[in-house]
Nanobody
Framework: VQLQASGGGLVQAGGSLRLSCAAS????????MGWYRQAPAKQRELVAA???????NIVDSVKGRFTISRDSAKNTVYLQMNSLEPEDTGVYYC???????????????WGQGTLVTVSS
């Protein structure tokens, strides 16, 4: 299973970016997908997650500014980021909780990370 993330870049404070992450390979079912981020000199933190039923979990610091969505037919998760702040700067990693076969347990796979830089 491979995850390909895209959409990062440099943006001014107040601007917007949309991250995408597509999963491919041997996939029976994706139970959940989401995004973590790691700012310089900080630990990786969960930003947003979405489960197969559509429920979402978004960290308080980005609520009202970030939206997570998913296209199940394309095995793709999106993170729409509006009103970006310099504190949102970091490397954003996508993940997917995947069952490769019906009888397998779910396992997390990770994308390569995409850099988001927000200038003040």
């Amino acid at each position: 299973v491979q995850l390909q993330a895209s959409g990062g870049g440099l943006v001014q404070a107040g601007g917007s970016l949309r991250l995408s992450c597509a999963a491919s390979g041997s996939i029976f079912k994706i139970n959940g997908m989401g995004w973590y981020r790691q700012a310089p000199a900080k630990q990786r933190e969960l930003v947003a997650a979405i489960v197969s039923g559509g429920g979402t979990n978004i960290v308080d610091s980005v609520k009202g500014r970030f939206t997570i969505s998913r296209d199940s037919a394309k095995n793709t998760v999106y993170l729409q980021m509006n009103s970006l702040e310099p504190e949102d700067t970091g490397v954003y990693y996508c993940y997917a909780a995947v069952k490769r076969r019906r009888r397998d347990s779910s396992r997390d796979y990770w994308g390569q990370g995409t850099l988001v830089t927000v200038s003040s």
